[in-house]
């Protein structure tokens, strides 16, 4: 992601503290491609929040760049919950509105943060 910002974050339930640097709004731009259909430019916003609870609100967006850069139709959306557990790993939950339901499970070292699949449900 290109650009973030992020504030203090008053309120953080200890056991995020070594996710704090993720809070905040980013977003970018890529190209996606997939076997199946040609690549296009897109755009992708991501949000990390807090509520005080020892989890992170996760919620990412992602459309089309039109040839002159503009905003074109929405593509994918995905919403979870960043979960830190004791001695650095992460679980991950992500939703999508077609109806998939992903767990990822991982490390965190700093500011780096390395995760595998655990389990896709359809």
Not at 6 to 35: C, D, M
Not at 36 to 62: C, D, M, V
Not at 95 to 101: A, E, L, N, V, W
Not at 108 to 120: C, F, P
Request: proline share 9%; no cysteine.
């Amino acid at each position: 992601m290109d650009t973030a910002t992020n504030e203090p974050a008053p309120g953080v339930h200890p056991a995020i503290e070594p996710l704090a640097f993720l809070l905040g709004r980013w977003e970018g731009a890529g190209v996606v491609g997939y076997p199946t259909i040609g690549s296009a430019n897109f755009g992708q916003e991501i949000s990390f929040g807090h509520n005080g609870k020892p989890f992170l609100i996760y919620s990412s967006r992602t459309w089309l760049l039109e040839p002159d850069g503009t905003i074109g139709r929405p593509l994918a959306m995905e919403v979870g919950f960043w979960r830190p557990q004791p001695d650095r790993v992460l679980e991950v939950l992500l939703t999508h509105p077609t109806g998939i339901t992903e767990i990822y499970v991982g490390e965190i070292s700093g500011t780096k943060i390395e995760m595998a699949t655990a389990s896709v449900a359809i």
